[in-house]
């Protein structure tokens, strides 16, 4: 099983994104998109992102889950307070594992964004906070 995850900043910006596929029952962490899946992912995620801003102001929760589908993946999202959005291109529904996962991920967000060197809508290049992430989706997904 694959995973696609983005984050999206205020302006609609790509901030940080990750292609890394399951640990569980066996899973190397390795995508197994195809190749032009792997084209994609960013086109299905950016196109999800106008049914985030539309479902943002009928509810008062970050994790949204399952917002979009795209013939057999699932895209799930999460908002955060600053308006940056957590977009997850999966295959399976499993919306409590991905809600800690996107918990978990704010939480280091909001690390690299104290720092005195990062600003919002810039992209995170930190091999600390990709190595982080694929911790958390190791220990989650």
């Not at 919306?95 to 996107?102: E, G, K, T």
């Amino acid at each position: 099983m694959s995973f696609y995850l983005a984050i999206i900043g205020t302006k609609d910006n790509a901030v940080y994104d990750l292609e890394f596929g399951t640990y569980r029952q066996g899973g190397d962490g390795r995508p197994k998109f195809s190749a032009d899946m792997k084209q994609l992912c960013p086109f299905i995620v950016h196109s999800s992102l106008d049914i985030v801003e539309e479902m943002q102001w009928n509810t008062n929760v970050m994790h949204l889950k399952v917002i979009d589908k795209f013939y057999n993946y699932l895209i799930s999202s999460y908002m955060t307070a600053g308006n940056i959005k957590f977009l997850l291109l999966h295959e399976t529904r499993a919306d409590d594992v991905i809600r800690q996962f996107f918990v978990d991920l704010y939480d280091l967000y909001v690390k690299a964004l104290m720092s005195p060197f990062y600003s919002v809508d810039q992209p995170i290049t930190s091999a600390v906070f990709d190595q982080r992430v694929k911790m958390l989706a190791k220990k989650y997904l």
